[in-house]
């Protein structure tokens, strides 16, 4: 599965039109200059620089697109092809991979325990990122323009069973159900949103939830803006990365894929972007908002559900130190697990191959998670 990195074939240069970007970045097609906009980046921790690297030097190639953080593991997607370049989380290359069947990634995006990938299609890839296979392959049945360039995880759509969020450039939004359906549209008029490459949902900061956008203003913006998800609307708050100063001298970008997460840095509610640079791409992190270390330390938040789909064994992994309390259900609410672990590994080989629900209680916290048994 892992490769060697190769270079890009000549053939996938962008046309004249894309001058002055870098080589492989994949620019808006109808990108206006008027659009150009300046950042209300505000003294406080929002938008505070937690990293930049310059991950087009460090792989050895730009044309990175997609970006998701995945089991301590930060994967970027090499644009219009089907490799995925794997990183560490202080930006060091690690190495390349493909995946059977999934190709053309634009997006990555996750509900904690799967990856989905977008090609700009209608097509989401359900991928397993432990055995790093394909799953299952989602067609999104949208009634918009909306493609998979912009392909963003949402936990609260259809009643809380989750979907996405779904855009392509200049479009409206469409958000579809796990299994393509089309849920809901919103109309360009009202998100306001033009030029968009990333998303992300955050059910985190204060005031939420929001969708955040990564869109390319002006020939030379990268624009990330908040959206309230309520309603799918501007809250004003916005931030240019080619104007904050945290680019390196003489760097500019357009915008990549952009992913959220509470464990990439810790402590901190990170939002991860892609600048699809000149000269090189960029890897950058900024604070959303604090984590206060007491709740980080007594509280579950998360936890990690490893391998999944798993056959005799899962390993069950929290930041939170004590006995986990396990309760597993079938899918039609018949408890078969009860029991308490003192470790990580629970004991599954007497459950019939299926799809499970696995409860974890910690410090009178309980979160759930879905469990795939072959």
């Not at 296979?133 to 049945?141: H, Y």
Request: a negative charge; hydrophobic letters at 40%.
């Amino acid at each position: 599965m892992v490769k060697k990195l190769q270079a890009y074939a000549l053939g996938l240069i962008l046309s004249a039109g894309a001058v002055g970007h870098a080589q492989y970045a994949e620019i808006n097609p109808v990108i206006d200059a008027s659009q150009t906009t300046t950042s209300s980046n505000a003294t406080t921790a929002l938008f505070d620089l937690l990293f930049n690297y310059e991950i087009g030097n460090e792989i050895g190639a730009n044309g990175n697109a997609g970006v998701i953080y995945i089991n301590g593991e930060i994967w970027v997607s090499a644009w219009a092809s089907n490799e995925i370049r794997i990183l560490s989380p202080d930006g060091l290359y690690l190495e390349s991979m493909t995946i059977p069947g999934v190709t053309g990634i634009r997006s990555f995006t996750s509900d904690g325990t799967l990856v989905y990938a977008g090609d700009a299609s209608n097509v989401i890839y359900e991928i397993d990122p432990v055995y790093r296979s394909l799953e299952n392959t989602i067609l999104a049945m949208v009634t918009t323009t909306a493609k998979s360039r912009m392909t963003a995880y949402d936990p609260t759509l259809d009643n809380g069973n989750g979907g996405f969020w779904l855009s392509d450039f200049n479009s409206d939004f469409s958000a579809v159900d796990m299994d393509g359906d089309e849920l809901r549209v919103i109309p360009m008029s009202v998100h306001g949103a033009s030029g968009v490459y990333g998303g992300a949902v955050d059910t985190v900061s204060v005031g939420g939830p929001y969708l955040w956008t990564f869109e390319q203003r002006g020939n030379e913006d990268a624009l990330i803006r908040q959206l309230r998800l309520s309603d799918v609307t501007p809250t004003g708050v916005e931030y240019n990365y080619n104007t904050s100063g945290h680019q390196p001298g003489g760097n500019t970008s357009i915008a990549g894929g952009l992913f959220i997460s509470p464990d990439i840095v810790p402590g901190k509610l990170t939002m991860m972007g892609i600048g699809q640079g000149t000269p090189t791409d960029q890897l950058f992190g900024l604070e959303l908002m604090d984590l206060p270390l007491n709740v980080d330390q007594n509280k579950l938040t998360s936890f990690s559900l490893y391998p999944n789909p798993a056959t005799d064994f899962v390993n069950i992994e929290t930041t939170v130190s004590g006995d986990k309390a396990i309760v597993v259900y079938d899918m039609l609410g018949k408890q078969v697990i009860n029991t308490v672990i003192s470790r990580n590994r629970l004991d599954i080989s007497g459950l019939k191959s299926g799809v499970y629900m696995v409860s974890i209680s910690q410090n009178d916290n309980t979160l759930t998670k879905k469990l795939i048994v072959k």
